[in-house]
């Protein structure tokens, strides 16, 4: 029974993990899909066996009907030259050599059965097919590649790959795809993912249609432009669920040239360059879409005739480099759906139609911003401009300006639903004026409500921007920050008086060949360059440029930032004196786009905490004149595990060796490391203590010897003030860490001796062994310092010693010391001798009653028993009368009984102090 049962469990639980496995799929890992087994590959009329193929040819070697239906023959050995592949059955892995070529026709194409087929190799693999080229046979069979490096073409009459549920191919190559079809699409899966990834993706439908049966369909190009169109009104570009593009190295265009959608798909383009979307009735189709448009380094345009941009959905369109520009022709709103719209540079939307053409009507509302120029919304009509029931958010660096050709009725009815801050320049028609903060003004009679760059935003009045001051400090003003530059004479200060953006203006000293210090007074400028040909300083405030130009290469003069805040992405300072920085932060470059940072030199004096952050430099910092001078600063300058490489430009190699494209320079600093020291606190031993020490320094661990070296001071006695001092040639200044060292225990003093006194209560008991380090007690409470190295003086009784608390040690243990009495005084047997002194005449030879005149010793541990938690103890034996002693005289009788009467005293006494002393031993 109990074995049966325990089958039955064990039957159980396989079931329910085969189970478990079922429900779960993939996310337990517990299946193996189909597609992930090795598929059985038909070429022609021919199945693969693991070997070598060539292209089928009749002979003598002239390609014919039967040539193409065979596809492939099977050679014995490896070929020599030509084109040719190697097939292994068991991994269903198809190896291309040079290039190869495929021709099928008919029904007998390249067959892919029962799971995937792998393809490697880095030769070119080419299939001619008639319908299809490719037939994945059931949802299971698959198409991949792995470490493939050739080209990938396929062409057909019909369909280029049809069936199945995967069709990757990644390679470095070429891919092509080509259908001389107008009825049939390349792409026509049961279902499932197309995976497209290669130097250059070129995909030909004349039927309008790439896709059809497909989920997912992602296609990434590295080189080059990437181009789709149709010409169909009927067929969109993509009908996949989700269409990804991805181009890292130049455009995306995809145009409709009828009048149809571009797409029924939610879509997602990422550029490098320019995205293009041309179409007559929108982008997509699709019920809700979501529409994703990223360009890194370039502009994003769409145009459209017919219908809205967007009927519904969210609409997402960066450019993070460029400009973005959306115009319609439709009579109706531009857009219906959510927008999250954002570039650099400006935003134009353009609506030409006349009737009920306003930018966004029952749409959800969002976002339009552009970071470093305008927004222009413009429309032909005299309706409202903006009509919404949901706000759209307008946010410009530069103007935000609202515009009708058709004059309207009212300034007001340009906009349904003002916002409530914010500016908004109004043009209707003629008409000109402003919407600030809620309040709409018109130019006449204007109160000047709001300036931008000193220019009313309502009536265009202009104060002025800026000043020169020159050398005898006279102020000449001026409305133009361009005239201001131009009419500067030689070491003139331009001061300017407004926050002034315009980031399509540049200033162009190129020609006047003045220096001019620029006195920022605490503004901002936002400006596309500047172009000088000799010194610039500029100060006291923030500045923001696209570019610094110096192209002169003959002078010395320096590009002075003292007490800024400076954003420019591109730098070129070609004049030997180089850049100085003083108390200012520089930014140079941005991830979303290359830049270059060519200069001469970089001075940031020791004592300055300036900074110069470089992102997604493309080039090494030039230099002609200055190599050992500007490889010095730079040692100073550039990241821990960072070097400096001379060659043609001067480059920084990051801790890979590779050209740091992201780079911070600045003096290093140990006070801004993160310093540790372990273990941070010893125990007294009277040794030098010396911690290990660990600095980190911008998420870099620092090697000691190497980066940095550590000192050490006071770190022996106890205290809080040990030091590790911690210095380095990289940084210009040093840290002091501090660490502790704690009291120490030590046991009880050893070593004791304990001298008996004498006689009882002469009170000259001693104990020996000890030292100024010790202290005694005698009731264990009240101690007193030992100055020593004996202590004499003591009457009988027992005695705490231990070691004093000092600077390095906590207070010892005591140890517990026993003085013993002395022999009874001669004066209680011997009236005569009261005092109890020796005396010859009372003791026989003049010996002491111990018979030693030392005392009996104990050393401390040969008779110690602990008394007290923690305290030891000596005790000294009971002192005896040994020997004789002959006392000689004149008188033998009185002699005679005076040596009775002694001995007989001696004797009384001797066995009551051995019974006193035996019964303080008994106790």
Not at 158 to 171: H, Q, Y
Request: glycine share 10%.
């Amino acid at each position: 029974m109990g074995r049966n049962r325990k089958k039955r469990c064990l039957a159980f639980l396989m079931a329910l993990t085969m189970m478990t496995g079922l429900f779960m799929g993939d996310a337990a890992g517990l299946l193996v899909k189909a597609e992930d087994t090795p598929a059985s590959v038909q070429i022609g009329i021919t199945t693969l066996e693991t070997g070598w193929y060539v292209k089928a040819v009749d002979p003598p070697s002239t390609p014919g009907p039967s040539a193409t239906i065979r596809g492939v023959d099977k050679v014995g050995e490896e070929p020599e030259s030509g084109g040719y592949i190697y097939f292994d059955k068991d991994t269903a892995t198809m190896t291309v050599y040079n290039d190869m070529e495929i021709a099928t026709s008919g029904p007998n194409p390249v067959t892919v059965t029962g799971g995937n087929l792998t393809i490697s190799g880095a030769g070119n693999f080419t299939v001619e097919g008639t319908s299809p080229a490719f037939l994945l046979a059931g949802t299971g069979a698959a198409v991949v590649t792995k470490d493939f490096t050739g080209n990938f073409k396929v062409t057909s009459n019909s369909n280029v790959i049809n069936g199945g549920s995967r069709f990757e191919i990644d390679t470095t190559g070429d891919i092509t795809l080509e259908t001389a079809s107008t009825s049939s699409e390349p792409i026509a899966l049961s279902s499932g993912v197309v995976d497209l990834s290669g130097k250059k993706v070129t995909i030909t439908a004349p039927c309008g249609m790439i896709d059809s049966g497909v989920s997912t369909l992602n296609l990434t190009q590295t080189e080059g432009d990437l181009a789709l169109s149709s010409a169909s009104d009927y067929y969109p570009i993509f009908h996949a669920e989700n269409v990804t593009l991805k181009n890292t190295g130049g455009k995306v265009e995809l145009e409709n040239t009828s009048t149809g959608v571009l797409t029924d798909s939610n879509l997602t383009i990422e550029a490098a360059g320019d995205i293009s979307l041309k179409s007559a009735k929108g982008i997509t189709s699709k019920s809700n879409p979501q529409v994703s448009l990223t360009s890194t380094n370039g502009d994003v345009t769409i145009e459209q005739t017919a219908n809205s941009v967007m009927q519904d959905g969210k609409l997402t369109i960066q450019a993070l480099a460029g400009a973005i520009s959306i115009s319609t022709n439709a009579t109706v709103p531009m857009f219906q759906a959510e927008l999250d719209i954002k570039a650099k540079n400006d935003v134009t939307l353009k609506q030409n139609g006349t009737t009920d053409s306003s930018l966004t009507w029952g749409g959800a509302g969002g976002s339009i911003e552009s970071t470093d120029g305008n927004i222009t919304i413009e429309q032909e009509g005299s309706t409202y401009v903006i009509s919404t029931l949901n706000a759209v958010d307008l946010n410009a660096g530069g103007t935000v300006t609202v515009k009708r050709n058709t004059e309207g009725t009212a300034l007001t009815s340009m906009v349904n639903g003002i916002p409530a801050t914010g500016v908004i320049q109004l043009v209707d028609g003629t008409k000109k004026g402003a919407i600030v903060d809620g309040t709409v003004y018109t130019a006449s009679g204007c109160t000047h409500p709001k300036r931008i760059n000193g220019k009313c935003v309502v009536c265009d009045d202009q104060e002025p921007v800026a000043a020169i001051v020159d050398a005898s400090g006279n102020v000449t003003n001026y409305n133009s920050l361009s005239d201001a530059f131009h009419n500067a004479n030689e070491y003139n200060t331009v001061k300017l008086f407004v926050d002034y953006k315009n980031s399509s203006e540049s200033i162009d000293l190129s020609s006047v060949y003045n220096a001019v210090n620029l006195d920022l007074n605490g503004k901002s400028l936002t400006l596309d360059a500047f172009n000088i040909m000799n010194h610039l300083s500029i100060s006291n405030g923030k500045i923001n440029l696209r570019m610094l130009n110096d192209a002169n290469t003959n002078l010395s003069d320096k590009c002075t930032l003292e007490n800024v805040e400076a954003d420019i992405h591109e730098i070129s300072w070609t004049a030997n004196g180089g850049l100085e920085l003083k108390s200012s932060r520089l930014h140079v470059g941005s991830q979303a786009s290359p830049c270059s940072f060519f200069v001469e030199m970089i001075t940031i004096a020791p004592d300055d905490d300036s900074v110069i952050t470089v992102e997604n430099m493309i080039s090494g910092l030039a230099n002609y004149k200055n190599v050992p001078a500007m490889e010095q600063a730079l040692d100073k300058l550039i990241p821990f595990g960072y070097s400096v490489f001379v060659d043609s430009d001067i480059t920084v190699l990051d801790e890979s060796g590779n050209r740091a494209k992201n780079l911070v320079l600045r003096n290093k600093k140990l006070a801004e490391a993160d310093i540790t020291l372990s273990p941070a606190t010893f125990v007294y031993d009277g040794t030098g203590k010396e911690p290990a020490v660990t600095v980190t320094y911008d998420g870099m661990t620092l090697t000691e010897g190497r980066d940095f070296t550590v000192t050490y001071g006071d770190n022996i006695e106890v205290g809080d003030t040990a030091a590790a001092i911690i210095r380095g040639s990289h940084f210009l200044d040093s840290v002091t860490k501090y660490f502790s060292i704690t009291k120490a225990h030590r046991g009880a003093p050893t070593g004791l001796t304990a001298v008996a006194e004498t006689i009882d209560g002469k009170n000259d008991g001693k104990i020996r062994g000890v030292n100024a380090e010790m202290e005694y007690s005698i009731d264990g409470t009240t101690y007193t310092a030992i100055t020593e190295n004996e202590l004499t003086g003591l009457a009988d009784g027992t005695y705490l010693v231990r070691y004093q608390e000092t600077r390095n040690y906590y207070v010892s243990p005591a140890t517990q010391v026993v003085v013993e009495k002395g022999l009874p005084s001669s004066s209680s047997l011997n009236p005569s001798n009261p005092g109890g002194e020796n005396n010859p005449e009372n003791t026989p030879n003049g010996s002491t009653p111990n018979g030693n005149n030392n005392g009996t010793t104990l050393i401390a541990g040969s008779n110690v028993g602990t008394t007290l938690p923690g305290v030891s103890s000596v005790q000294t034996p009971t002192a005896t009368a040994s020997g004789s002693t002959q006392v000689k005289t004149g008188d033998d009788n009185q002699i005679f009984l005076y040596l009775l009467v002694l001995i007989a005293a001696a004797g009384v006494a001797a066995g009551a102090y051995g019974r006193l002393n035996a019964g303080r031993r008994m106790k």
